[in-house]
């Protein structure tokens, strides 16, 4: 089962950032090339009741297999990156972290009115970093379609409030 393997390989790296915080560390899955193109084909698995037309995937390690999973998908990648790192014309979203504040943003162009964009990142914690996400499509006209996580940590209720935007939520391992 891919749950299974996830949690066997994820790192937990205590007091990052910050004391207190236990970090869900995926680099360790990165080693294991077998293993990403199951967690993609898994991804893909669970997306096959909703329509996709973009996946938008956050900075950084949402890069990782957000890519891969739209290649995957045969659709458009759009990365949603930190202020300051996106060449062209950007609309932005302040929003709270666990452990700080931060604003994303996303080319102005990104997509077009209408399109039905899958959100992916990593991990999915109380969700702040993928609300910012959710209203920064809004902003441009998309449709937030659902989520794609490697990880959840439902114990911080991130899902819940992912509802405003889409019930499709979907994680490989839960924690």
Do not use: W
């Not at 060449?87 to 209408?114: C, M, N, R, W």
């Not at 999915?124 to 379609?145: D, F, M, N, P, Q």
Request: glycine share 8%; hydrophobic share 45%.
């Amino acid at each position: 089962m891919i749950e299974t393997k996830i949690k066997q390989i994820v790192r937990d790296v205590n007091d990052f950032p910050k004391p207190g915080i236990v970090f869900k560390d995926i680099t360790p899955i990165l080693k294991d090339a077998v293993l990403c193109n199951a967690i993609v084909a898994a991804l893909a698995d669970q997306l096959s009741e909703i329509k996709v037309d973009v996946v938008a995937g956050i900075e950084s390690r949402g890069f990782l297999f957000g890519l891969s999973l739209a290649n995957y998908l045969g659709v458009p990648f759009v990365p949603m990156r930190k202020a300051g790192k996106l060449p062209y014309k950007t609309v932005q979203h302040s929003y709270d972290l666990e452990y700080g504040s931060a604003t994303l943003e996303i080319h102005e162009d990104a997509f077009l009115p209408g399109q039905n964009v899958l959100i992916h990142d990593d991990l999915l914690a109380t969700g702040g970093t993928v609300i910012a996400a959710s209203r920064l499509i809004e902003k441009l006209g998309a449709v937030v379609a659902g989520y794609s996580f490697i990880i959840a940590l439902d114990f911080l209720n991130g899902r819940d409030r992912l509802l405003e935007f889409s019930p499709n939520n979907y994680a490989l391992a839960s924690y």
